[in-house]
Every structure is written in C-alpha cells, then in structure tokens.
C-alpha cells in the first residue's frame, strides 16, 4: 500500500490527528488512484476489514463497531491549518482551514457494517493533482504507534526522497517551539529531557524499528547555551553484504583477553577507531572490546563511536585533573564506564558528551559526515574497500 501525498502538504499542513486516526487516513490516501477521473471516489471499507489492517498484531480496542463510530464522530471534524505561504491550484494561499472529509457514514455492505468516506474537495491538490509528491509505505506506518511518529515519519520520508539525489544524509530542521507546535504539544514537555523521553526518543525508536527504508537521529542546536532547536539526519537504510554484528555481550572479567584480528575484523570503522583510542588510554583490550564498545548506544552514536569515546576521555581528565597514577587514572575510567554505568544513554552525562559529539560533527563537514552515514552499517574493511572504489585514495583521516 503506497500512499502518494504531495510535498507542500506534509511540510506546511498543521494537524492534530491520534495515530489511528492518521493510519485510517493514509491508507484511504494509498487507495486513491490519482490518474483515475481526476475526482475523489466514495470508499466503503468494512469495519471487520479495518480492524485487520490497523490492528493487526496489536491489543484489539474492544468492540470495534463502537470504537469506530467515536473515531468517524472525532474525524470528521478534524481541520487541517495553514499558517505558512502555500501555493494552492496556482493561487497563493496565505492562511486558512480546511476539512479532512467532507461526509463519513457508516452503513451496510456485503461483508458488514462499513464506513463510508470521502474527502474533502479542497484535498484534490494534495491527493490527486500531484505535481512533487512523497511515496509512503502505509503498512510500515501500521506498526507504529506512536502519533508524533508517524507525523514525523512522513516529513522525513518526504524530505529524503526530495534531497536523495543531492545529498547521502538529509536534514530537517525545527525551532524547537515550531516543533512542539507541529506536533500539537505546545505548552507541554517544558523540560527538555521530558521532551526527549517522551517523544524525541520515541519517535527514533519507532521509526527505526518499523522503517525498511529510513533511518534518524538527531542534535539539538543551542543558543548561547540554550536549546532552541533539532536537527533531524535522515539515511537510508542500505542492503550491505558486511554488516558489523553485534558485538559479544559484556562479561565481567576480561582483563586477560584479547581480541584476535577475526574479532577486530567485525566491527565498524567508527568503533575500530574508538577501540584504539581506549588502548592508547590504557584500557585492556578484552575490557575495550567486550565491556566498553558494546555499551555506546543511542541512534546519533553510530557511526561516531570513536567521538564519544574521544569526548568521555576529555570529560573524565577533566574531572581527574592533578592525578598523576596513569594506570590507577585508567582503572577509574573502567570502572566509572562498566560499574558505575556514567556514561550509559539513561544518565545526564551522555547527554553532556552527545552536546559535544554534535558539535564535533559539525567540525567534519558534510562530505565527511555523508562518508559515515555509509560506513556506520559496514565493517572496517569493507567501508575502506567502498570508500577506495567511490572516493579515491585520500588518507585515513579524511573519512
């Protein structure tokens, strides 16, 4: 099921719809046949049928005739605001509000109770007369539950396939107020990390489990030590044969190993550098490897394993100043990142070191940063061998 929206639309229309509510309207968009008629036909879907396509899988809402009709009596006064510029029919439109449907109504068909709909005459530009327009998978939007999930997914699935050609990593950028106001949460979630637990996260979560064909993260831009905005990454989700697996699962203890070149050979280019770094501090290798790499999470981390590493490093020197026992300095560290869990994505810490690993991803540039969209699902050796084949023979540290 291929929902075909037109981009003004998905990045300028202002809405308030709960994720049932816009999976029913994406997959009445994806049965929309834009080259038939130029008009909108009725769509009488059984309720047994709908029930199927967006529940499937999960808890059931309990009597589904009931829990519709609320749902139809809600939708249908549903209105979709415009507060920017937009181009409508070749006229420019400066303001406004339209509806979602112009009539839903439940009623009989073969196979049940069904509901009709039709939309709004007023949606025939964005549904129908489509001129640069996204393609979304609707069913991948079945599994997600979350409504600012899949709000966001269908602006960064539109931005990704308006920029792909130009650009291997997109960009959205938000005030953060705009956002909030976007994602109808004005007024709420005034403290950031309540932001970030109950809805950055959770939008990277969910798209990053149900999406087969875009990735995120994202950074936060600060003014004057303030956030006032987000910065999405969009990336494709690439088929590569040498995807880096999972690294072996921390054990206590490992002092005494060490990582042969078949272990080393797994992982990526980003956690191959971060790995020396920790040797070069003094870490043990099996300690490095099995307690300390596998426990870098968090989605604007991979690929940039090495600058968390390089920003803990700094972060803890600096709290250590004026200790002079380098191995006692070093056993503090291991200790602060496998006991003591500091550096783990729950604590304020890694939110410190994420602030800085941002900026020194601004300090890459583009061309470096699109290098590490690519070889964060690759191993070393096989990012090397794609980076000699598509970008020459600069050096090393160029990548």
């Known amino acids: 099921m291929v929902a075909k929206i037109e981009n003004d639309f998905i990045f300028k229309a202002h809405y308030s719809l709960s994720s049932i509510e816009q999976k029913i309207v994406l997959y009445l968009v994806s049965r929309i046949d834009p080259q038939k008629n130029g008009a909108f036909d009725k769509q009488v879907v059984p309720i047994k049928h709908l029930e199927k396509i967006l529940w499937s899988g999960q808890k059931k809402m309990g009597d589904p005739y009931r829990y519709m009709k609320e749902v139809v009596e809600n939708l249908i006064d549903r209105k979709i605001y415009f507060r920017h510029e937009i181009i409508i029919n070749n006229e420019k439109i400066y303001g406004g509000v339209i509806n979602w449907f112009q009539s839903i109504l439940v009623k009989d068909t073969p196979e049940g109770i069904g509901i009709e709909f039709m939309f709004s005459e007023r949606m025939k530009p964005f549904l129908l007369e489509l001129n640069k327009y996204v393609r979304l998978n609707a069913m991948e939007v079945m599994d997600m539950r979350g409504k600012h999930a899949i709000r966001l997914y269908q602006v960064f699935k539109a931005e990704r396939e308006r920029t792909r050609k130009f650009k291997n990593v997109s960009t959205v950028t938000y005030d953060l107020e705009e956002l909030k106001a976007i994602l109808d949460v004005s007024g709420k979630y005034k403290v950031l990390k309540d932001f970030r637990r ?102 604007n981390m991979e690929g940039f394993e090495d600058l968390f590493v390089e920003q803990a490093i700094q972060l803890f020197r600096r709290k250590e100043k004026g200790k002079k026992d380098d191995k006692k300095s070093t056993g503090t560290f291991v200790n602060w990142w496998t006991k003591k869990k500091v550096f783990d994505i729950s604590g304020d810490v890694f939110f410190q070191i994420s602030d800085k690993v941002h900026a020194a991803k601004k300090r890459l540039g583009q061309e470096r940063l699109d290098n590490r969209a690519v070889a964060k699902d690759m191993t070393k050796g096989a990012f090397e061998q794609w980076y000699k084949e598509n970008q020459g023979s600069e050096k090393e540290g160029e990548q």
């Open 198 to 299: 109950y809805v950055l996260e959770s939008v990277v979560k969910e798209i990053e489990t149900c999406s087969n064909e875009i990735s995120i993260s994202y950074s936060y831009i600060k003014t004057r030590r303030k956030v006032t905005g987000i910065e999405f990454s969009i990336y494709d989700k690439k088929s590569v044969e040498l995807i880096a697996p999972e690294l072996p699962k921390t054990k206590e203890g490992e002092e005494n190993y060490v990582p042969d070149k078949s272990d080393l050979d797994k992982l990526t280019f980003a956690q191959s550098k971060a790995y020396q770094l920790l040797l070069d501090f003094g870490v043990y290798g099996g300690i490095a490897y099995k307690q300390i790499l596998p426990t870098i999470k968090g989605v």
